[in-house]
């Protein structure tokens, strides 16, 4: 099975910046995709950044400029730098991975982690 714990989330002024990380652990033979989403009290799911295993990124209007993804293939590690925040930024973040399994498993799952708080207060 695969595991992702996300890390580094907390309560920030707004303007200021938080770094969140998540390690995949596990049965793990490649990591296709590694993405962030987020999701604030009475909205929708809904992704924030997203990066491939070519190093291509996308990232959500709303955070572009301001949000930096970035990923360490040999750790299994995704990051998120978050600058400039603002109030409206506040959900809970989650990591989210395409990962194809060890064998025998032959197809790629999508797995997610439990998520970490983000807090901006103005």
């Known amino acids: 099975q695969v595991q992702l714990v996300e890390s580094g989330g907390g309560l920030v002024q707004a303007g200021g910046s938080l770094r969140l990380s998540c390690a995949a652990s596990?049965?793990?033979?490649?990591?296709?995709?590694m993405g962030w989403y987020r999701q604030a009290p009475g909205k929708q799911r809904e992704l924030v950044a997203a990066i491939t295993g070519d190093g291509i990124t996308n990232y959500a209007d709303s955070v572009k400029g301001r949000f930096t993804i970035s990923r360490d293939i040999a750790k299994n590690t995704v990051y998120l730098q978050m600058n400039s925040l603002r109030p409206d930024d506040t959900a809970v973040y989650y990591c989210n991975a395409d990962v194809l399994p060890g064998l025998p498993v032959l197809t790629v799952g999508n797995f997610w982690g439990q998520g970490t708080q983000v807090t901006v207060s103005s």
């Open positions: 596990g049965s793990i033979r490649s990591i296709k995709r």
